[in-house]
């Protein structure tokens, strides 16, 4: 495998990684509350896990090195106001950080004597201290900074929290769907996309081609997971309906909920579908028009999702070649009829896919 081909960027079909809802909102009264929270009560708060924040969760080149982490330190010593705060407030009651993730991590970070003051401006003499090395009346000012704090409090729509957080952190680059999830339900699930994504199966059924920068192997996993979820009566009261960020917003939260043997096994069922997908087709498997001297096209997402969930079941004692022959014919029908392209995830055009999926499926499980 080439260079080339192990850093191709581009999947057919991700377009919804970037789409933000154009669509008004239906009468929505978003319940917000302003509080001021002490850096000493935010800080016990995130110790006993009722404050979160994700720390995977990261633009490029926006991690804070020493001497901002000194100058917030000095900022709040010489009682210069720093900016508001803002969290999300889940079913539970607990506080999701949306804005100030930076901030708190460097103060957390500071009284727990992870780092020493440095390039100080002003306060040249408390240069190289921890907060251990401060006195008790620096400690106390440092503890006692009172941040103003806005909370937008449960329930509220998903499409509504992505436009939200996305007003409130949006820097040099927009943040795509994908990106905002993982940072809006850490836990069981965003650990789960890591290693799924980094998993060896998953690199070999998709010759590594599918780009880890903006998340786009995490949103096709995902997207893999509730599919499969749904199709097999996993997911409870929770149906797809047509707006897929409110389906993957659902599918996150019912991960996140799980049991530990739940998700292990989730984990197993996707490791074993990559496994078949190569075995029966390789690396292309979910690509259209791969044969006959045309050009390489990119890894298709209603394919992988699709063909993924067919293939997530114990395969003994099958005819690999005409189950190849089988599944590239159908590949072929489909793509004649652009089906996967523009509006692939209403809901008529997702059931049809996997009822095309689900007929093999049942096929391959009745002749086990």
């Not at 251990?132 to 509504?160: C, G, H, M, N």
């Not at 897929?244 to 939260?253: G, R, T």
Request: neutral net charge; charged residues 30%; hydrophobic residues 35%.
């Amino acid at each position: 495998m080439n260079e080339l081909t192990k850093t191709e960027d581009k999947i057919e079909g991700e377009e919804t990684l970037e789409q933000h809802s154009s669509e008004d909102y239906p009468h929505i009264s978003i319940k917000m509350t302003k509080e001021q929270f002490s850096v000493f009560e935010l800080k016990r708060r995130y110790e006993k896990n009722t404050l979160k924040m994700n720390p995977d969760f990261q633009r490029e080149g926006n991690v804070w090195d020493y001497k901002q982490k000194s100058e917030l330190i000095e900022s709040i010593l010489m009682e210069i106001p720093i900016p508001i705060i803002y969290f999300f407030e889940d079913e539970q009651g607990f506080k999701q950080v949306v804005d100030g993730r930076q901030r708190l991590s460097c103060l957390f970070d500071f009284l727990s004597d992870k780092f020493k003051l440095r390039s100080l401006k002003l306060l040249e003499s408390e240069k190289d201290k921890k907060f251990s090395d401060l006195s008790p009346q620096l400690q106390a000012k440092i503890e006692d900074y009172q941040f103003l704090a806005y909370t937008i409090q449960y329930p509220t729509p998903e499409r509504v929290k992505f436009d939200i957080f996305d007003r409130v952190n949006r820097g040099g680059t927009q943040l795509n769907n994908q990106e905002m999830r993982n940072a809006l339900y850490l836990g069981k699930a965003t650990i789960l996309l890591n290693e799924l994504a980094q998993s060896k199966s998953f690199l070999l059924a998709t010759g590594e081609t599918v780009a880890t920068k903006r998340m786009k192997d995490k949103y096709i996993i995902l997207r893999f997971l509730g599919f499969f979820l749904l199709y097999t009566n996993q997911l409870n009261q929770i149906e797809y309906k047509g707006n897929i960020d409110d389906f993957l917003a659902s599918v996150m939260k019912y991960i996140n909920s799980s049991s530990d043997e739940k998700i292990k096994n989730l984990s197993s069922i996707f490791e074993i579908s990559m496994q078949n997908c190569f075995d029966v087709l390789g690396e292309d498997v979910f690509r259209f028009d791969t044969k006959n001297g045309k050009p390489r096209r990119p890894l298709n997402m209603c394919l992988f999702e699709s063909l993924g969930y067919l293939f997530s079941l114990y395969l003994p004692n099958i005819n690999k070649v005409e189950l190849e022959n089988e599944i590239n014919a159908l590949k072929e029908d489909i793509d004649k009829k652009n089906i996967f392209v523009g509006i692939f995830d209403a809901p008529k055009i997702v059931k049809y896919r996997f009822d095309k999926a689900n007929n093999i499926r049942k096929r391959l499980e009745s002749a086990k």
